[in-house]
C-alpha cells in the first residue's frame, strides 16, 4: 500500500511540473512598433510682380491755323496797263516747261523804281489768261543781277527762283538767268521774268493776304 501512494505522489508531481510553465517561458517580451511619421509640407505662394505696362503717349498734331496777314503800306507804283510774261526750262523735267503772258491791267502789280528812274523791283499777283501769276524781282544794286521767284498756275504750273542777269529801264524789267523749280523739282537751264509798263498810277495795289494765300497754297505731289 506504502509502495502504492508513492508512485501516485510521483506520477502527481510529474503530471504538475510538466502543467508548469517552463521558467524561459514566464516572461513575455513586448515589441513596440513605431508609427510613421507624415510631415505635409504646406504650400508655398510665389508672387510674380509684373512690369507695369509701357505708357504711349500720342502727340496729335495741332489742327492748322490760318495766318493773317497785316495790310500795310505797300511802296512803290500800281502797274495799270501792261504786259507781263514769265517761264522756265528744265533740264529734266521737260515736260513741264512752259512760259506764259498776259495783261497785268485789272491786276495787282506794282513796280519801284531806282534813283536813276529805272525800274529796280517788281512784285505783285495778276491774271494771266485762264491762271494766275505771282512775282517778285530785285535787282542787286549797281550790279547788271537780279533776284527773282514766280508761281504760276493754269496751263503752266511752275514755281520757280533764279539769280542772273538783269536790264531795267523806267518802263520795262527783266530777268534772263539759271534756277531751280521748286515745283517740278528740277535745275532750271532757263528762267525769264519780263515786264512792259505803259501806265501807272502812284499807289501801290495788292491785297497781302490774298498773295499769301495764293504763294503759300500747297502743290499736289512733288514731281
Request: glycine share 10%.
Amino acid at each position: 500500500m506504502k509502495r502504492l501512494v508513492a508512485v501516485v505522489s510521483v506520477v502527481v508531481s510529474a503530471v504538475a511540473l510538466s502543467a508548469a510553465p517552463a521558467a524561459s517561458q514566464t516572461g513575455e517580451s513586448t515589441t513596440t512598433v513605431a508609427e510613421p511619421t507624415t510631415t505635409v509640407a504646406e504650400p508655398t505662394t510665389t508672387t510674380t510682380t509684373l512690369p507695369e505696362a509701357p505708357t504711349t503717349t500720342v502727340e496729335v498734331s495741332p489742327a492748322p491755323t490760318s495766318t493773317t496777314i497785316p495790310q500795310v503800306d505797300r511802296p512803290g507804283e500800281h502797274v495799270t496797263a501792261g504786259q507781263l510774261s514769265l517761264g522756265a526750262s528744265f533740264r529734266e523735267q521737260t515736260a513741264a516747261s512752259c512760259n506764259v503772258s498776259g495783261s497785268v491791267a485789272g491786276g495787282e502789280m506794282n513796280i519801284i523804281k531806282d534813283e536813276a528812274g529805272n525800274i529796280g523791283v517788281v512784285y505783285g499777283k495778276s491774271d494771266l489768261g485762264a491762271g494766275q501769276a505771282g512775282v517778285v524781282m530785285v535787282a542787286l544794286g549797281p550790279l547788271p543781277l537780279a533776284i527773282g521767284a514766280f508761281r504760276t498756275t493754269g496751263t503752266c504750273n511752275q514755281d520757280v527762283v533764279g539769280i542772273g542777269a538783269y536790264e531795267g529801264s523806267p518802263t520795262s524789267a527783266k530777268l534772263s538767268s539759271v534756277g531751280y523749280g521748286l515745283y517740278p523739282q528740277d535745275y532750271a537751264n532757263l528762267v525769264e521774268i519780263e515786264l512792259q509798263v505803259s501806265a501807272t498810277e502812284p499807289t501801290a495795289s495788292l491785297n497781302l493776304q490774298s498773295a499769301y494765300d495764293f504763294l503759300a497754297a500747297p502743290r499736289e505731289a512733288a514731281q
